[in-house]
């Protein structure tokens, strides 16, 4: 297995573990008073969809897919990389932004929502460019 889908599986578990958690964290809000932590259900999502089930499809397809070339069999690493660190950074600022931007509606804050979906988006579109010579028939 490549060092980039290691990267990609294993930051997927963490992310479906932390996402778990703070499901079970706002499931117990209204029992403990804390009906506010409704709030952060977007933030679950994200988390659990982008940061566990997206980057773990990342992973597996950068591994599985047809090799693309002998001397770059998944195409280009750089690129890859490039996504992972992207994404990642993408996602966390908008799980930052989504919880400040609960308690502040200052612009600030949704501006680093638009920032955090530009770089995921802009990851996006690396993996495909960097997936698609290898979405081919035998």
């Known amino acids: ?5 290691r990267w990609f599986v294993k930051t997927a578990m963490v992310y479906l573990a932390f996402s778990l958690i703070m499901g079970i964290w ?3 809000g209204p029992v403990l ?15 659990l ?11 597996v397809a950068y591994w599985m897919f047809p ?9 280009s ?16 600022l908008r799980a930052a932004g989504e919880m400040v931007a609960m308690r502040q509606t200052q612009s600030v804050w949704a501006w680093l929502l638009v920032i955090s ?5 802009l990851a996006v579109m690396l993996f495909i460019v960097n997936i698609w010579p290898r979405v081919r028939g035998k």
């Open 1 to 5: 297995m490549p060092t980039l889908t």
């Open 26 to 28: 706002i499931a117990f």
């Open 33 to 47: 008073g804390q009906g506010g932590l409704a709030g952060l259900f977007p933030v679950y999502l994200h988390l």
């Open 49 to 59: 969809v982008f940061g566990w089930l997206t980057q773990l499809i990342f992973g």
């Open 67 to 75: 090799k693309y070339a002998r001397g770059q069999p998944r195409g």
């Open 77 to 92: 690493e750089t690129l890859g990389w490039a996504t992972y660190v992207l994404f990642n950074v993408g996602l966390l």
């Open 117 to 121: 979906a530009l770089l995921q988006w």
